[in-house]
C-alpha cells in the first residue's frame, strides 16, 4: 500500500514528516562556517590587540625601569631615576635591570621583575616570544608581532647623561662673593656609570653662580665651601631630563661680603642685569609679586631662560611668569615651583638702560587645582638668568 503524503486541513502537503533536504544541509554547513570564520578571524584580532596592549605596558616598564617614573615625587623633588639615576649610565643589556652587573655599589635594582617565576626572562621577551631589541641607547623595540613596536623614553643619550646643574652661593645677608668668589668652591656628587661615585668641583662667578654640565639624571649632593671661614653650605638638587637641575640658592652661615647695590637686591658685583632697587611689590594680596631689572651694559643681553627661587615653605606654586609684558609661562596645572627654570621662547632682547618689568602671577596652594596662595611680605627672591647673572631682592 503506498503511503500518501501528510496534508492539512487545507489540503496541502506539509513537511511533517520528512527530513532537511541535501541542499538545506549544504546551506546550513555554509552559514555554520561563515559564523566560525568570522569569529576565528575575530578571536585573531582580539589576540593581537591585547598582545599588542601588552607588549606596549612592558615596553613602559622596562622605559621606566630604565631612566625612573616621573610622577613619583617627595616635598616636590623627583625621587625615582631608575638605572640611569642610581648608575649615571644606561644599561648595556636589559640584565642590567634585574641583576646587579657586579659590584655595582651604587646599583639599587631590582628596577624590574619578571611576571612568571617560571620564566626568568620573561622581562626581556615580548607577548609573541620574540627578545625586546635593546642596544643600550634611548629606544626599546618588540618585532615579535611582524611589525616594529617601539618606546623611545629620551631624545638622545645627552638628554639623560649630560644635563647641566646649575645654583647661586650667597652669604647669610644675601650678599654674593664678588672678588672674593675664588675662595669659594662648590663640589657635586653623582655616580659614575661604573658603579661608583665621583665628584666635580667649580667656583662660583662674581654674582655666586655657578654651573656643571655633564651630569646623568638623578639627584645629587652639591658642598659649597668658603675656604676663608671655614664655612659650608649643602643642598640636594634633582637633575632632570634635558632641563637638568637647580640647586637653588645655597646660604653659607656668616656675612662675609657686602651688597653694593642697595635699594634691597643685590645684582652681583660685575653683573650686567641688575635689579631696580625698590621695585619689588606684592600686589593682588599677596597672590602676585613684581619687580624691575636693568641692563647696565651698552650693548642688548639675549635671554633665553631663566631661574626663579623664592624662599617660603613649599607648596606655593605661581600660574604664570611675564617679561616685560610677554607671558613666557602660563600653566594652570604643572605650575611654577621654587627653582624652577622658565625658558623665554623665543628669547628676549634686553635694551641697555633701561628698565624692564618681571610679573610672577597667580600663586595656588597647589601644582594643579587648588586655591589661591599668598606670598607674605619679606619673602627673599632670587632670580638667575641665561647670560650667567643673578639677582637678590626681597619683597616689601
Known amino acids: 500500500m503506498v503511503r500518501k503524503p501528510a496534508t492539512n486541513h487545507t489540503g496541502l502537503v506539509t513537511k511533517a514528516e520528512s527530513g532537511f533536504t541535501f541542499i538545506e544541509l549544504v546551506i546550513v554547513i555554509v552559514i555554520l562556517g561563515v559564523f566560525v570564520t568570522v569569529a576565528t578571524r575575530t578571536i585573531d584580532t582580539s589576540i593581537d590587540a591585547s598582545r599588542q596592549a ?13 631612566v625612573g617614573n616621573d610622577k613619583l615625587a617627595s616635598g616636590g623633588m623627583r625621587t625615582d631615576f631608575g638605572y640611569v639615576g642610581d648608575v649615571g649610565a ?22 624590574i621583575r619578571d611576571n612568571f617565576v617560571e620564566n626568568s626572562a620573561d622581562y626581556k621577551t615580548d607577548p609573541w616570544g620574540v627578545v625586546y631589541s635593546y642596544s643600550g641607547g634611548v629606544t626599546i623595540q618588540s618585532t615579535g608581532s611582524g611589525s616594529t613596536i617601539t618606546k623611545q623614553f629620551a631624545n638622545s643619550t645627552s638628554d639623560i647623561l649630560s644635563t647641566p646643574l646649575r645654583g647661586v652661593i650667597l652669604d647669610r ?27 666635580s668641583t667649580i667656583n662660583p662667578n662674581s654674582s655666586g653662580s655657578f654651573s656643571f654640565t655633564g651630569l646623568p639624571i638623578g639627584n645629587h649632593s652639591i658642598t659649597a665651601v668658603y675656604s676663608t671661614a671655614n664655612d659650608t653650605a649643602l643642598a640636594y638638587s634633582s637633575s632632570l631630563p634635558r632641563v637638568g637641575g637647580y640647586a637653588g640658592v645655597m646660604r653659607l ?28 611689590e606684592l600686589e593682588s594680596n599677596g ?49 611654577l615651583t621654587s627653582g624652577d627654570t622658565v625658558f623665554i621662547s623665543p628669547s628676549y632682547s634686553l635694551p641697555p ?7 610672577i602671577k597667580k600663586y595656588k596652594n597647589a601644582l594643579c587645582g587648588g586655591s589661591d596662595a599668598s606670598i607674605p611680605p619679606n619673602t627673599s627672591y632670587t632670580v638667575e638668568f641665561s647670560n650667567g647673572d643673578t639677582i637678590t631682592f626681597t619683597v616689601m
Not at 601588552?54 to 630604565?66: H, P
Not at 634585574?98 to 646599583?107: D, E, F, I, Q
Open 54 to 66: 601588552e607588549a606596549e605596558d612592558e615596553l613602559n616598564r622596562l622605559a621606566i625601569a630604565t
Open 90 to 111: 644606561l644599561p648595556p643589556s636589559l640584565d642590567y635591570l634585574a641583576s646587579n652587573p657586579g659590584g655595582y655599589a651604587t646599583w639599587n635594582g631590582p628596577y
Open 287 to 335: 597672590k602676585e609679586v613684581k619687580f624691575k631689572i636693568r641692563n647696565t651694559g651698552s650693548t642688548n643681553i639675549s635671554l633665553t631662560w631663566m631661574i626663579i627661587t623664592w624662599d617660603v615653605p613649599s607648596g606655593v606654586y605661581a600660574e604664570e611668569v611675564k617679561l616685560d609684558g610677554t607671558k613666557y609661562f602660563n600653566n594652570s596645572c604643572n605650575r
Open 173 to 199: 645677608d644675601g650678599a654674593p662673593p664678588g672678588t672674593d668668589a675664588s675662595n669659594v668652591t662648590v663640589t657635586v656628587t653623582y655616580p659614575n656609570g661604573a658603579g661608583g661615585t665621583t665628584t
Open 253 to 280: 652661615g656668616g656675612a662675609y661680603w657686602t651688597d653694593t647695590t642697595g635699594g634691597g637686591g643685590s645684582g652681583g658685583p660685575g653683573g650686567v642685569i641688575q635689579y631696580v632697587g625698590g621695585s619689588s
Open 353 to 359: 638702560a633701561q628698565d624692564k618689568k618681571i610679573q
